[in-house]
């Protein structure tokens, strides 16, 4: 079962755009935790099925973010790291 600032996080990470300034200084702001905290909550939420199911669009976005950045990291492995430029 979720708790009050796991649902937190979910619903600032759904609408963060929306305040004012940098994301790491609204996450302080507004969560009361540190943005190292916020990730650290956020990345085991990817994995939660509660997290899902409170919220399936915002962590679904998330899990292919995710995805998307493993990919990067694979071909860039598999390409020797070389930039190209």
């Given amino acids: 079962m979720l708790g009050d600032r796991e649902r937190a996080v979910i619903d600032f990470e759904r609408s963060w755009f929306l305040y004012p300034g940098p994301k ?38 998330l899990r292919r973010v995710r995805e998307q950045a493993r990919r990067k990291r694979e071909e860039r492995r598999r390409d020797g790291g070389s930039s190209g430029g």
């Fill in 24 to 61: 790491d200084r609204a996450v302080s702001e507004y969560l009361g935790i540190s943005a190292t905290r916020y990730y650290q909550v956020l990345r085991r939420l990817l994995d939660d099925p509660e997290a899902e199911r409170y919220d399936p669009l915002t962590i679904r976005r």
